[in-house]
């Protein structure tokens, strides 16, 4: 066995596994470290990728096992996190299984992206860790602001959001992609606008600004499109 080449697998593997512990902990009643073991996920997902190109051992089998993983900790964890937040929400036995159109459309969404040859230098829909950040940090913006809560914790207003979130994966809806090919501020000037509203919202706020600077990214992609096309 070539060890060089399993590197990445390995680090894939525990992307896996953070989204794995990721559900225990929220279907033990801890909704706010499934954001934590996201973030983690989305760490391990970076470095995957990263690892695999700088030791020059990029296969299909790391890039079919890196969506497989995907899948549980970018789409099962969030949907598992919504599903267990709107049954606290309601009575209702039917309303809570909505919230798993996250999983579902996060799978589609992996799989579009493997064969999608158009997403090299933008993304078409919203990325799945984007997603999965967004859906697992609401807690902790309703913990933040408790104005919010009231409105974060409505099981219909949680499912609507589900089904939101989730068409924007799919969604022909071409979206900034952090990938700079020069340093120019001309060409580069919504993805240096991103960067310092993230920074701002995250320090101001730390994990409950990651919904805000979701949504700019949604606005900016928007506004980006809308000039590109003028």
Not at 153 to 182: D, G, R, Y
Request: aromatic share 12%.
């Amino acid at each position: 066995m070539n060890l060089k080449a399993q590197l990445p697998n390995f680090i894939t593997l525990l992307n896996l596994l953070s989204g794995v512990m990721g559900i225990i902990w929220v279907l033990e009643g801890e909704l706010l470290y499934g954001a934590y073991f996201v973030l983690l996920s989305a760490t391990f997902d970076f470095f995957d990728g990263f690892a695999a190109r700088s030791l020059k051992v990029q296969s299909d089998m790391g890039k079919e096992l890196d969506s497989l993983a995907d899948v549980v900790s970018f789409g099962v964890l969030p949907g598992i996190l919504l599903y267990t937040l709107t049954k606290t929400q309601t009575d209702s036995q039917f309303l809570p299984f909505l919230c798993l159109i996250i999983p579902l459309l996060s799978a589609y969404r992996l799989a579009k992206f493997n064969l999608d040859t158009r997403q090299s230098d933008r993304f078409i829909g919203l990325p799945t860790p984007a997603s999965a950040l967004f859906l697992t940090t609401l807690p902790h913006l309703a913990a933040k602001w408790p104005e919010m809560a009231t409105w974060l914790n409505s099981p219909i207003a949680l499912v609507v959001i589900a089904w939101i979130t989730s068409l924007l994966l799919v969604a022909e809806l071409p979206l900034i992609a952090l990938k700079f090919k020069n340093s120019s501020l001309t060409d580069n000037s919504y993805r240096y606008g991103l960067l310092v509203i993230g920074a701002v919202c995250l320090i101001w706020l730390q994990l409950a600004g990651i919904p805000l600077v979701i949504l700019a990214y949604l606005l900016l992609s928007g506004i980006e499109n809308v000039f590109s096309k003028k």
